[in-house]
């Protein structure tokens, strides 16, 4: 029972922080590509860091599809 709840509360914790992350990288893209009144380079800057970051995140969901979780 004790190890139902811990999985559970780690796929809550995972949930939340890929949700999170995701809304972080989509923000950071719709940031880049908006006509706002920031710096051009900041723009360009956090349009990389968000499409890395979906990178990133598409990497971690392939690599745990494959090997599974580390415990």
């Known amino acids: 029972m004790q190890q139902i709840l811990i999985m559970g509360i780690l796929a809550l914790v995972i949930l939340i922080g890929s949700i999170t992350y995701l809304g972080l990288a989509g923000v950071a893209v719709i940031y ?5 009144d920031s710096p051009r380079n900041r723009r360009i800057f956090f349009g990389i860091l968000g499409v890395l ?7 971690m969901c392939i690599h ?7 415990l």
Do not use: R, S
């Open 32 to 36: 880049c590509l908006g006509g706002n």
């Open 53 to 59: 970051m979906i990178y990133a995140f598409v990497c």
């Open 64 to 70: 745990l599809a494959k090997y599974g979780w580390p």
